[in-house]
């Protein structure tokens, strides 16, 4: 048994092809997968109401950014990391302290950046 576990893990991300390798990848590290959620009021409903213990929330998604994702989630004391392609540039300043998941995911940095996220402080 892992750190990772049964750990329930909020996807957002909305290319449907990259959310499966990513749901792949998760299901691989013994993660269940919450989502995935490729809009913004779907990730933010799935924020709200479903049990979740971190999130990896693609910064830009249809219908604008996942910002109000992770304004649920750090309200709920919940961890999340950010995931782009573009780099740290471009966050906004609130959420500059977030770890950022470089795309294309690759499992070994994933699932370290999720133990991170997820180790006892």
């Known amino acids: 048994m892992t750190l990772l576990d049964g750990k329930r893990i909020l996807v957002v991300e909305d290319e449907p092809i990259v959310a499966m390798m990513l749901e792949d990848m998760l299901a691989d590290m013994g993660?269940?997968?919450?989502?995935?959620?490729?809009?913004?009021?779907?990730?933010?409903?799935?924020?709200?109401?479903?049990?979740i213990d971190a999130a990896i929330l693609d910064v830009n998604i249809k219908g604008g950014c996942s910002y109000p994702?992770?304004?649920?989630?750090?309200?709920?004391?919940?961890?999340?990391?950010?995931a782009t392609g573009?780099?740290?540039e471009g966050r906004a300043a609130e959420h500059a302290e977030v770890p950022?998941?470089?795309?294309?995911?690759?499992?070994?940095?994933?699932?370290?950046?999720?133990?991170?996220?997820?180790?006892?402080a």
């Not at 269940?32 to 779907?42: D, F, K």
């Not at 709920?76 to 950010?82: K, N, S």
């Not at 950022?100 to 006892?120: I, N």
């Open 86 to 88: 573009y780099g740290l």
């Open 31 to 51: 993660c269940v997968v919450v989502g995935p959620a490729a809009r913004v009021a779907e990730a933010v409903a799935l924020a709200e109401a479903e049990a």
């Open 100 to 120: 950022v998941l470089q795309k294309p995911y690759q499992e070994g940095t994933a699932q370290d950046a999720l133990r991170r996220l997820l180790a006892p």
């Open 69 to 82: 994702v992770a304004d649920r989630l750090r309200r709920r004391g919940i961890p999340y990391l950010f």
